[in-house]
């Protein structure tokens, strides 16, 4: 089985559940639950991978604090490779409060912390050489990182024939495509969330975001729809998968949870087509529990829960 390297933003995140509205100033409002678990799109992926049964690394920056030591000790339980996690002392690791209404939608109040400090310089080259497969997470949110610098780092990953891939965040500075397209040429799976696509590209239809994209040099093209299910396309074909009707708890992590799932079809060498059904499922398993990676507990349960709804992994 191929072995995974995540590079990116690690964040720990405080949930709270559920939020109907904030409280006014020097007020209490009280709710259900609040829990503190790791976080940021590198560890989410990497974390529902390993329990589909993937061997992982995580490559990424956390300050010398307690937020960050709960991280580290998190991951090295789950069984993931934690030494290329550098820790630095110029500022706090990253941050969320994850607001989470009653219907399983979220609202987000982040410190970028130390992922502003993750550069290119805090890769181990020697190291990546270990690895089969390279996956970035949350890009456009590594601003010493974001453009020419990530694109370098795809591109050495080619050269040492690794499979790259690429996830994105919500870009709040607007440059969006700006900062990708000097990867594009060195990225086989582009993954992003529908709304993310419409901004980098400027199209609205799941086909034309494709087109675009595949013409910038992206290999393969995997959208993730939310509500309205996932999209995947390459030069060859193309497949939609629809949302599964289940009792959504908690949507934090979904498209995380969706991406672990398609590269833990790429480790198995599984085709395009059952890589994005293995997503999809991935995806909708991690809203049914509280927190963003909680849902995924085995590859063996989720193929219980894919046969459930019919899917067959």
Known sequence: MKKTICIGIIVGDFLVKPIEKMPEKGKLTLIDTTELQIGGCATNTGVVLKKLGGEVAIVGKVGNDNLGKFILNKLEEEGIETEGIKITDKTNTSGTAVL?????ERSFIHSVGANAEFTIEDI??????????????????????DGLPMAETFKKAKEYGLITC???????????????????????????????????????????????LLSKGVKNVCLKMGENGSFIM?????????????????????????????????TRDFPFE???????????????????????????????FGEKYGFEI
């Open 234 to 266: 390459n030069s060859e074909e193309k497949h939609e998968f629809p949302p599964l009707k289940i009792n959504v708890i908690d949507t934090t992590g979904a498209g995380d949870g969706y991406v672990a799932g398609f590269i833990a079809g790429l």
């Open 100 to 104: 989470v209404h009653s219907d399983g």
């Open 166 to 212: 690429l996830d994105t965040v919500w870009d709040a500075t607007g440059k969006w495509i700006k900062l990708l397209e000097p990867s594009f040429p060195y990225v086989d799976y582009f993954l992003p969330s529908i709304e993310e696509a419409k901004m980098i590209t400027g199209k609205n239809e799941p086909e034309e975001i494709a087109e675009f």
């Open 124 to 145: 181990d080259f020697e190291y990546l050489k270990n690895f089969q497969i390279l996956h970035i997470a949350g890009a456009l949110l590594m601003p010493k990182f």
């Open 274 to 304: 059952k890589c994005g059904l293995l997503a999809n499922l991935t995806g909708a398993k991690i809203t049914t529990a509280m927190g963003a990676t909680s849902g995924i507990s085995s590859y063996e349960e989720l193929k219980e």
